[in-house]
């Protein structure tokens, strides 16, 4: 049976909003937007300080699996949007459908409902590990102003932008943040070219010879969990994709011989497939040179990045290749890279929590006031709470690799749950290719084998 028939929600499906889908590249452009919102997680904690990391200790050996970690888990957003736009389910109700029922506060949800609720607590500590990130930068350029006070600042900061932002206005901020420092990454990247540092391109093919040192493998893994698109921002990218207006859109499917909803629907698939493609070229362009300057020139040095020193240790990347003065020009964009991930992080989970509470049975999906207040009270809260944890650990390293830890372990339960859904609860006639599919099984397996590996080699 259809989802939308199943089930009504005003928050995924505005009665009488659809519209018909751009038929040129250029106007598909316009409606280009959530892959902006989910670069500002992207492009953040994971590459300024768990990739840069993982280089500073392994050197470029490890290379094929930073490009791996960006380029693998990009299909299942996709896919998993794919299945969010067409069906009308929000990301919770379509997990909530899974078989597999357990006893919950007010009626049987399904087990990831649960296991997400769980996860959700060590996934809260990478947020302190960002914001403490972030705060670090901050002193980092103002010297007088310690980590601590500097994290509490930006936590009231973040409250007043979340809490007086729409999504417009959050779209808007989020481009200048993320593409002011992509830019000035690669610049430095490319600058490291002409110094000491300069890479060879024996050491991008010693890159490429798929060693995994098992000395770096908790690293590793949590740089696998924590980069390109991890499983926090695959499942705030679909709530993104909502609040842009994709499922609206493409409107109530009316019978199953509409041919207008079908055409719609095929018609913002192509601009939601425009939009990943934007977005992997984004975190593409981002992560490299991270790794490659942690590789080239921390790795050289003998430096490995480490509680209060991180920031600082990895500002080394910049100094080194381009002079002292770019401690500045680090500082500047490690402090917007690191807050625009906080922003985002904290806006998706304020999308995340009502949703809980929703299939939980607190209360009906269809009040969206009640939805509304809970999302002004997790963004009000959260920032507070993520500067706190950072009080108690001051180190964004290891807060931020358990955060990547736990993000791994989540990953197998999006595509295993996409290639489900999509053969369960959609009409087949907007099911991806056959080698799509395939494709999908892959990553399956193999993000299978790496929660294995997480609980072998870390939680065990």
Not at 396 to 402: A, Q, Y
Request: proline content about 4%.
């Amino acid at each position: 049976m259809d989802t939308q028939q199943q089930t009504s929600d005003p928050y995924t499906v505005k009665t009488g909003g659809a519209l018909e889908p751009p038929t040129t590249l250029a106007n598909r452009i316009r409606y280009l937007g959530p892959s902006v919102i989910v670069s500002g997680s992207i492009v953040g904690s994971g590459e300024i300080i768990l990739t840069s990391s993982l280089g500073a200790a392994a050197g470029f050996v490890l290379l094929w699996w930073v490009v791996m970690s960006c380029w693998i888990k990009s299909l299942i957003q996709a896919e998993l949007a794919r299945y969010i736009i067409v069906s009308g389910d929000t990301y919770l109700r379509a997990i909530n459908r899974f078989p597999g029922k357990l006893w919950g506060p007010k009626g049987k949800v399904g087990w990831p409902i649960w296991l997400g609720l769980i996860a959700f607590v060590p996934g809260v500590l990478g947020l302190g590990g960002i914001m403490g990130g972030a705060g670090q930068a901050l002193s980092l350029l103002f010297p007088v102003i310690d980590s601590v006070w500097a994290t509490f600042l930006i936590a009231l900061l973040t409250v007043g932008i979340l809490n007086f932002g729409g999504y417009q206005r959050f779209e808007k901020i989020l481009l200048g943040l993320v593409m002011g420092f992509t830019v000035t990454t690669l610049v430095c990247a490319v600058t490291m070219q002409s110094t000491e540092y300069q890479i060879s391109w024996a050491d991008i093919s010693s890159g490429f010879r798929f060693d995994l040192p098992l000395e770096y493998i908790a690293l590793a893994l949590a740089v696998y969990g924590y980069t390109g698109v991890n499983s926090g921002e695959t499942a705030a990218y679909t709530y993104w994709c909502i609040e842009k207006g994709y499922p609206t859109f493409i409107g109530q499917k009316d019978s199953e011989s509409s041919e207008d909803w079908l055409r719609r629907a095929r018609g913002w698939i192509k601009v939601l497939q425009s939009d990943v493609w934007l977005t992997l070229i984004i975190l593409t362009c981002a992560t490299l040179p991270f790794y490659l300057l942690g590789a080239g020139v921390l790795n050289v040095l003998g430096k490995t990045p480490d509680g209060l020193e991180t920031i600082s240790m990895l500002s080394g990347m910049f100094t080194e290749t381009l002079g002292t003065w770019a401690l500045w020009v680090f500082g500047t964009g490690a402090f917007f890279i690191l807050f625009s991930t906080t922003l985002s992080g904290i806006g998706a989970g304020a999308r995340f929590i009502p949703d809980y509470l929703i299939e939980l049975g607190f209360f009906p999906r269809a009040n969206l006031k009640t939805r509304a207040a809970w999302i002004r009270g997790y963004i009000s809260i959260m920032p507070i709470v993520g500067s706190m944890l950072y009080v108690g650990v001051q180190n964004p390293v290891l807060l931020v690799t358990i955060g990547g830890l736990v993000g791994a372990l989540m990953l197998p339960i999006q595509s295993g749950g996409t290639l489900w859904l999509q053969r369960n609860n959609m009409d087949q006639r907007l099911t991806p290719h056959p080698f799509v599919r395939g494709a999908i099984w892959l990553i399956f397996l193999f993000q299978l084998v790496m929660a294995g590996l997480v609980i072998r080699y870390v939680v065990l």
